[in-house]
């Protein structure tokens, strides 16, 4: 069983450019949620994503969007970047949409923004 | 709106020791709550879920209890080793599905 994987490991941009981040559900997962994680600071939710259908959404801005295809694979797109979206960005998978299952996370993508 | 607190943020003990890490949230209308362990710069690793309907879970030396109407949950570690160095967080899970984390407490376990 392949467990949650997420490219790229590290990123670096410039402040006002745009950011597509990747994630590979674990195997019959069909539920992918999005944290980001400040230095520091426990993650954040960001929104998630059943079924192709965002189904949740944190105190996150417009510029924040996401997508999930058929195979349950999942992007988050950042644009207009600003400083302080230089984090860890975590993804995490669960099998459906069950609130009682438990998710797994992926080792996450640290973006940092100059 | 719901609000998680560990304490202590940082906790140094000798190996060997038993300790208790802390976690309370405000609102006891939860799912269930989980407990992970970050390494620096990693991803989470998930050590134990607690159902709303249970009181505790153990995963070797690892026990974590659930006081919902508290709003409380203790993860005990026994017998500590320098490996079990690393912060870690609980979250809830509310009926949207998402989780609510701690800030995490950083503990370093001295050989």
């Known amino acids: 069983e392949t467990g949650v994987t997420q490219s790229p490991t590290h990123l670096i941009k410039t402040r006002g450019q745009q950011v597509t981040l990747r994630c590979s559900s674990q195997?019959?997962?069909?539920?992918v949620s999005w944290y980001q994680q400040a230095l520091g600071q426990g993650p954040q939710f960001i929104f998630q994503?059943?079924?192709?259908?965002?189904?949740g959404r944190g105190n996150f801005p417009p510029r924040f969007s996401g997508l999930q295809f058929p195979n349950y694979s999942s992007e988050l797109n950042v644009n207009a970047l600003e400083l302080d979206d230089s984090a860890l960005y975590l993804c995490?998978?669960?099998?459906?949409?069950?609130?009682?299952?438990?998710?797994?996370f992926g080792p996450g993508t640290r973006l940092t923004v100059l | 709106k719901q609000e998680v607190t560990q304490i202590p943020a940082a906790l140094s003990v000798p190996e060997g020791e038993n300790l208790v890490l802390n976690c309370s949230f405000t609102?006891?209308?939860?799912?269930?709550l989980q407990w992970f362990r970050q390494d620096p710069g990693k991803g989470l690793t998930s050590l134990l879920l607690?159902?709303?309907?249970?009181r505790e879970q153990t995963s070797g030396r690892l026990n974590a209890s659930l006081d919902k109407s508290s709003g409380r949950s203790t993860l005990y570690i026994a017998a500590s080793q320098p490996g079990d160095s690393a912060t870690y967080l609980c979250?809830?899970?509310?009926?949207?599905?998402?989780?609510?984390f701690g800030q995490g407490t950083t503990l370093q376990v001295k050989p």
């Open positions: 995490a998978s669960t099998a459906s949409g069950g609130a009682r299952n438990e998710q797994f």
């Open positions: 195997s019959g997962h069909n539920t």
């Open positions: 994503y059943y079924r192709e259908e965002e189904n």
């Open positions: 609102d006891s209308a939860i799912y269930n």
């Open positions: 607690i159902q709303s309907s249970q």
């Open positions: 979250a809830v899970r509310s009926n949207t599905g998402k989780l609510i």
